[in-house]
């Protein structure tokens, strides 16, 4: 398990003196979930290999919902937590439902994937990877000029191209306002784009785009490791660097090999990842145990969790997503040695506390992890 390390950080160009790493251990093991445990709401994971099932958290019961397929990232909650896109298992479309599975409307007949790029206007990436936006309800399509592209910016023009150049590969944000086949506006260069070091998401409301970079951590050691940034395109165009972890654990790994798993909290402030590390230059092979943090990109300040560590964090650690009021993670965690299979475990980041919510979460597309945390009808 990663060391409690505490250490103080000055962050160049601010004047406010932050801690690199704060360490939340309430001493207690993982609690099992009591009467009225909050918040409240609907989490939506997979417990057999069949369809996305409902756990409904205040009455502590789980059933599963017909007519969808197991859903991976694909399946996307809507800003005010009160609607899920999902792909129907009889036509193989996107559809739109409340999260109890009630209310199910279509969306749209054929697509790769289907995002909420606002409340009422849907990102939709074509089987041939274009993408457009159109309302929800249907009507023009809007296209964005998405060559190399692969995250678009919610209710904004921007995105993150992956370019080649010469034998490794560079990210740039980039305007996606020209149409197709036209020259693209001025770029923000966000440097090398690496595997295991390269994680990266949007806030919610758009503002803010927070990325994992390569870092050497110190003189004395040539093993890169992980920080995150964050850059606000059309306001600050500089990045800021928003973590401090080398000077807490030395090189580190942030997440795993899918690039788009930085979870931002619904309001905004808080970003949930793993740090995983590194005892060699292999980011795949040499590691320890992971562990959850949680960045407040309002103070600066970054928060370790002890109550819960994994080893099943390549290629990818267990998704983190956010119950709507921000106070709570939920995940899939493996307790060694116990008969429960994945256990639903929700931490609140406050107290630091682990609950397990649930049990037997059934790993589909390669990993125990839950869909979505919204609210009942």
């Known amino acids: 398990m990663l060391a409690c390390v505490l250490s103080l950080a000055v962050v160049p160009g601010r004047s406010q003196v932050i801690e690199a790493v704060r360490s939340v251990c309430p001493g207690v093991g993982i609690q099992m979930r009591q009467p009225g445990f909050k918040p409240g709401g609907i989490i939506l994971a997979a417990f057999d290999r069949g369809s996305m099932w409902v756990y409904n958290i205040d009455s502590d019961r789980r059933y599963p919902l017909p007519e969808t397929n197991p859903c991976g990232t694909n399946?996307?909650?809507?800003?005010?937590?009160?609607?899920?896109?999902?792909?129907?298992?009889?036509?193989?479309?996107?559809?739109?439902?409340?999260?109890?599975?009630?209310?199910?409307?279509?969306?749209?007949?054929?697509?790769?994937?289907?995002?909420?790029?606002?409340?009422d206007r849907l990102l939709v990436w074509t089987p041939t990877k274009q993408a457009y936006l159109q309302n929800v309800g249907g009507g023009e399509r809007e296209y964005l000029n998405v060559r190399g592209v692969s995250l678009v910016q919610p209710g904004g023009r921007w995105g993150v191209r992956v370019e080649p150049a010469d034998d490794s590969f560079e990210r740039f944000l980039t305007d996606l306002t020209p149409g197709l086949g036209e020259p693209t506006?001025?770029?923000?260069?966000?440097?090398?784009?690496?595997?295991?070091?390269?994680?990266?998401?949007?806030?919610?409301?758009g503002r803010w785009l927070a990325y994992a970079a390569p870092v050497i951590a110190t003189a004395d050691v040539n093993v890169p490791g992980s920080e995150i940034f964050g850059i606000q395109p059309g306001t600050e165009a500089v990045p800021v660097q928003w973590t401090r972890l080398a000077w807490a654990y030395g090189s580190v790994r942030i997440n795993g090999r899918t690039s788009a798993e930085l979870s931002w909290s619904p309001d905004n402030r808080y970003i949930a990842f793993w740090v995983i590390p590194l005892i060699g230059p292999d980011p795949a092979a040499n590691t320890g145990t992971a562990v959850i943090h949680v960045l407040d990109t309002q103070s600066r300040e970054t928060r370790?969790?002890?109550?819960?560590?994994?080893?099943?964090?390549?290629?990818?650690?267990?998704?983190?997503?956010?119950s709507p009021d921000s106070t709570h993670l939920a995940f899939g965690g493996n307790i060694?040695?116990?008969?429960?299979?994945?256990?639903?475990?929700?931490?609140d980041i406050e107290s630091g506390?682990?609950?397990?919510?649930?049990?037997?979460i059934y790993p589909t597309f390669g990993g125990a992890d839950p869909i979505a945390w919204g609210l009942a009808p």
């Not at 770029?187 to 409301?205: E, K």
């Open 336 to 347: 060694p040695g116990d008969d429960k299979g994945y256990l639903l475990l929700a931490l």
């Open 75 to 119: 399946c996307r909650l809507s800003r005010d937590a009160r609607w899920i896109t999902y792909v129907d298992s009889q036509t193989q479309s996107y559809a739109r439902m409340r999260l109890d599975g009630t209310e199910r409307t279509p969306l749209i007949d054929y697509a790769a994937d289907v995002e909420w790029w606002s409340e």
């Open 304 to 322: 370790s969790y002890c109550g819960f560590a994994t080893t099943e964090h390549t290629p990818n650690p267990p998704r983190l997503i956010w």
């Open 353 to 360: 506390v682990f609950t397990q919510l649930s049990e037997g």
């Open 185 to 205: 506006a001025p770029t923000i260069d966000l440097g090398v784009d690496r595997p295991y070091f390269n994680a990266a998401a949007w806030s919610r409301d």
